[in-house]
C-alpha cells in the first residue's frame, strides 16, 4: 500500500476511533439509565429564559456542575449534591461550563430563590455583591417614571437607578429569572442503581 | 491524430536543478492568488479577534464599560473573539500556508486554484455572517461551536474544497518521496471535515453533547491547528537553515503518535464531571501520552537547530518558528501535567486554563504563522518586507506582550484555584485574588494588539510594494546588520 492510503485510512481510522471511544460508546452506556427522579422539563418560559442565558454568555463564566466532595469543594460551599448525567437529560445545549469566574448555578434556585434579589442583582450586580466582576445588564430592563400594575418593579438599593424612575423588568428578564429560578438539581436522587461518577 | 501526453516524471530523489526551478515556479504560480486571499482576509481577522478580545479583557478592570447593549456585552465580545482568532485568523493563514507548500512539496501545481479560491471567499462568508450571529446573540451555546449550524454549512463546504484541492494535488504528486509536512497536512485536510460534520450531527444531548463538544473542540486544536502549525515548522527550519531534518524516521513517531493520542484528549475538559469516569480516564491517559510526540518533535528540531542558533538573529522567520516550535514543547508538557486529576483540581474552572490557551494557540501556532508569512509574503509578490525595524517591534511587542499575559493570568488563575479549593474562604475571594492579574492580562493583550497593529501595517506595505525595491531582505536584527554588512571594520 503506497504512503497516500496509508495516510488517509491512518487519519480517517485514528479520528472515527477516537469518537466512538469518547461519544458513541458512553452514550450507548448512558441510555441505559432510567430516570425516575422528579425533574420536569423546562417550561416554555423557562426555556426562553436558557435561549437569553445562552445569548448573552453567562455559560463562560458559569459552570453548571457539582463535583464529587473528593474532588473540590463544591458541596462544602453549599452548592449541593454532586451531579449525575440524568440531571441534563433535558438540557440542550448542554450548559456545563468550564470557567468559574463567577460561581456555579446548577442550584442558584436553592441558594437564592428570591426573584427580587436576581433582577436587582442583573441590574447592577455590584449593588448587590460588592467587588463583583459580572457584567451589568441595563439592557434587561426599561426605565419608566411610574411603573404600570403588570411591571416588575426591580428594587433597588438607594443610588443605583436614576433618581426619580423606577426600574422595571422586561420580558426577557423575566424569563432569564424564570430560567434561574428552576435551576435545582439538588433533589434526592430516586434510584441508587444509576450511573454516575465512579462507575 | 492525437499526441501522446507527455510522461510524467518521477524523479527518485532531487530532479536537476532547473526542472526543480521550473517546477516551482509553476508551483508558486499556481498557488499565488489563493494565497494572498487567505493571507489577507486573515490578517482583517486577526484585527477584529484582537480588538475584541482586549475589550473583552477590559470589562474585568471596568464591569459596566459599553453597557448599554447586549451587543457588546463581556459575553458576547470573548465569543466573537474566540472564533475570529481561531477560525479566522488562525485557520484561514494556516490554510493559506499550507497551500503554499504543497505544490512545492510535491512538484505538482495545485489542483484547480479556483476551488482553493471558493474555499477563501466560503470561509469568509462563513466568519461575517458567523461573528455578525454572535453579535446579534445567535448562538448555539457550543464552546468552540457557537456559530449559528445553518452558517456552519458554509465552513463545511469550504473546508471540504479545500480538502479536496488539497488530496487530488498530492495524488498528482511527482515526487517518490512524502515530506513530513505532506503526512500532517494530508491528514488535516481530512480530520477537519470530519470532526466538524459529526461535532454538528444534532443527535446528541445533555452529558452526551458535551461529550461530543470536548472531542471536537479539543481536536480542532489537537487535529486541525496543532498539526498545520507542524507542518510549517517542518517546512521552514530546514529550509531556512539549508539542512535536512535531523531524523525522518523520528518525526513519523510523533505523526503517529499524534494522531492517536491527540485525538483521544478531548475529555480532560470535563475531569471531576458528571460523566462515566472511564472515558474521563481514557483522555486523561491519552493527555499524558502525548509527552511521546512532542518529546520526538522537540528532539528532532533541537538536533536540526543546533549549532545553527545564530540564525535566529538574520531571519526573521526563523525567530519566529524556532520560538513558536519551543513553546510548543512547553504550552503540551504543561497540558499533560493539566489534564492530571491532581493538577486540574486547582486549576480547572480557573484564568490558568485561559493563560495555557493562550500560550498554545498564541505562543506557538501564532507565531509559527507570523514566521510563514514573513518567509511567504515576499516571494507572493516579489517584494521584500521594506522595514526590519516594524519586525522588530512587531516581534517584541508580541513576545514582551505574550509572557506578561500568560505569566500574569498563570499565577492569577493558581491563586484562584487555592481560593476557591478552601471552603472556609468566601468566594469572592477567589474573584478578588484575581485582580491584579488579570490587570496584567489587559496589559499584556494591549501589547499583543498594538504588535498585530504594526504587522498589519507592514503586510500592507508589502502588498502594496511600498518602501525601495530591496536586493536583499531587511535584518531583523541591526547588530547582525551591522556585523553581516561590515566584516573587520
Redesign the interface.
Known sequence: MD??RV??A???I??????F???W???R??SAVVPLDPLQPYSAEQAAGRRVY????????H?Q?V??PG???DQ??GWGR????E?????????????????DLINIAVRQPSRAWHYAHLYQ??AM?P?????????LFELKERADLADDVVALPPGTAPAGRVVVASPDARRLVDYLLSLNRNYARADARN????? | MTTAPAPVIVYEDSPPADVALADRVAADRSTRQPVLLFFHSAVVWLLVGSLTGLLAAL??QF??LL????VL????L??VHLNAVAYGWTSMALIGTVVWMIPRLVRAPLFAPRLAMAAAWGWNLFMIFGLAALFA???????WLEIPRGIDVIVAISGGLMALSVLVT??RRRTQH?YVSV?YI??SM??FP??FV?ANLPI????????????YAH?ALG?WITPLSLACAYYFIPKVLGRPIHSYSLSLVGF?AL??FY??N??H??V??????W?IT??VTASVMMVIPVAATAVNFHYTMIGRFTALRHSPTLRFIVLGAMMYTVVSLQGSVEAL?SFN?MV????Y??AHAHFGVYGFAAFIIFGSYYFIVPRLVDWEWPSGRLIRWHFWMAIVGLAIYVIGLSIGGWLQGQA????SRP??D???VT?PW?LARTVGGTLMTASHFVFAYHYWLVVNRRGARRVEPAWSDRRSYISMRAPGS
Open positions: 504512503r497516500y495516510i488517509f491512518g487519519a480517517v485514528t479520528a472515527v476511533f477516537a469518537f471511544v469518547l461519544a460508546i458512553p452514550q452506556q448512558l445562552i445569548a448573552l454568555g453567562c455559560l463562560y463564566c459552570s456542575q463535583r464529587d474532588f473540590g469543594t462544602k460551599r454532586p451531579s449525575y448525567p440531571d441534563y437529560r433535558f438540557d440542550e445545549p448542554h450548559l456545563l461550563g468550564t470557567m468559574r469566574t463567577g460561581p450586580p455590584r455583591v467587588g463583583s466582576l459580572m457584567p451589568s445588564f441595563p439592557f450511573m454516575g461518577p465512579g462507575h | 470589562k474585568f464591569p459596566d453597557n448599554g447593549t447586549a456585552t463581556f459575553g458576547r470573548r465569543t446573540g445567535y448562538s448555539d451555546g457550543l464552546e498530492v495524488a512524502f503526512w494530508l491528514a481530512i480530520w470530519i470532526i459529526t446528541f444531548t445533555g452529558v452526551n453533547e458535551a461529550a461530543v463538544n470536548w472531542w481536536n487535529l503517529w494522531a492517536f485525538s483521544l478531548g475529555h475538559h470535563l471531576g464531571g458528571p460523566f462515566p469516569q472515558v481514557t483522555s486529576r483540581r480547572h474552572f480557573t484564568h486554563t485561559v476557591m479549593l478552601d471552603a468566594f469572592m477567589s474573584v478578588n485582580k488579570l
